[in-house]
């Protein structure tokens, strides 16, 4: 398993275990303690995932220490202020049954959350997340923070896949020294990824899938990646991706993929701004 160093020596695997729409507690326990028996060390939640308390537990249950594991989870909007965060902390903490977080990322460029990254700040410097970042912040905001915070964010967590590759947002992140990570590699399934005839041609001069070349190609980029399958082996297949490498002329080809824009959220659309907000996360 290869990692990056974030700014601040904190090492982060560089594919890890998404748990989106895992919701029931039952499964998403049972399917995290199975990622972990896969290999996977790093596991992605969420406030607005509602499943913090059943990947807490199958961590806290795999009888591995404390340190060989790394856990991120998100603020969501709800709670975006300075008191809001504080509080939403505490709370994640709470449910996850730890002591501390290894990265804490603002959700949305949405409400208060300079106010929310002034809690961060205070919580990162008491020990209680050992880094923070933020998702979805497109270039003009991702600039904006960093430009006006004391500690900036270690990790952006964004769209990124072979449809959508946002080449402008990562040499802005390289400039900051923020550390990519892509929600969504497989577009959500999106262009028919799983067979798409140039990943599977590039696939076949390796013994790859598409998924897998898909994957592969996000972290020659220097991205983190966070796959999500409740199959035990997909979740094997997401890992296997180590033991080959993308030619220029590979990267070449998947470049010409690119469509510009996300055909899965638009954070410019007001009514998916307001869905957003009216998406309230239970205590």
Known sequence: MQSRTLYNGIELPMIGYGTFQIRDSVQCEQCVSEALKTGYRLFDTAASYENEAAVGAALRSSGLPRGAWFITTKLWVQDASYEGARAAIETSLRKLGLSYIDLYLIHQPMGDYIGAWRAMEEAYKAGMLKAIGVCNFYPNR??????????????????????????????????????????????????????????????????????????????????????????????????????????????????????????????????????????KVHE
Not at 152 to 159: G, L, S, T
Not at 198 to 217: D, M, P
Not at 220 to 231: D, E, N, T
């Open 142 to 279: 991702l600039a904006d923070l960093c430009e006006t915070v004391e500690v900036k964010p270690a990790v952006n967590q964004v769209e990124l896949h072979p449809f959508f590759q946002q080449e402008n947002a990562l040499a802005l992140m390289k400039e900051y020294g923020v550390q990519p990570e892509a929600w969504g590699p497989f577009a959500e399934g999106n262009h028919g990824i799983f067979t798409h005839p140039v990943l599977t041609a590039i696939g076949q001069k390796y013994g790859k899938s598409a998924a897998q070349v898909a994957l592969r190609w996000n972290v020659q980029r220097g991205v983190a990646v966070i796959p999500k399958s409740v199959h035990k082996e997909r979740m094997e297949h997401n890992l296997a991706i180590w033991d080959f490498q993308l030619s220029d002329g590979d990267m070449a080809e998947i470049a010409k993929l690119d469509i510009g824009h996300s055909e899965i959220v638009d954070h410019g659309d007001p009514r998916f701004v307001q869905m957003l907000h009216q998406m």
